[in-house]
Nanobody
């Protein structure tokens, strides 16, 4: 079993930055795909970014590409989401998700492809 804990959310002004963390316990992330999803109030949970723990391959949604960066720290068994140039429309609860194996990109954007989820962390961007 893998337990995921997100942290780093908060309130920030438009144009600002935040770094979210997703720490794993129970086992290492080795061989996993770890992704970030987000869910705005009244909307469906949507894919934002993913990273292959094994080789660092990343993919991003069009909404965050060029502004968000996902990275890993193997010593801390943690995945980060560095968010810059934040916009009010980035306001959402951000969730970390993990699955065994890194597969084709379209599948990685699907919520049902992930067995493990964190509890979420709120990000609010004020205008």
């Amino acid at each position: 079993q893998v337990q995921l804990v997100e942290s780093g959310g908060g309130l920030v002004q438009a144009g600002g930055s935040l770094r979210l963390s997703c720490a794993a316990s129970g086992r290492a992330f080795s061989g996993f795909a770890v992704s970030w999803f987000r869910q705005a109030s009244g909307k469906e949970r949507e894919f934002a970014a993913t990273i292959s723990w094994s080789d660092g391959v990343t993919y991003y949604s069009d909404a965050v590409k060029g502004r968000f960066t996902v990275s890993t720290d193997s010593a801390k068994n943690t995945v980060y989401l560095q968010m810059t140039s934040l916009k009010p429309e980035d306001t959402a609860i951000y969730y970390c998700a993990a699955r065994h194996g890194f597969t084709a990109y379209p599948y990685l954007t699907r919520r049902d492809m992930y067995a493990y989820w964190g509890q979420g962390t709120q990000v609010t961007v004020s205008s």
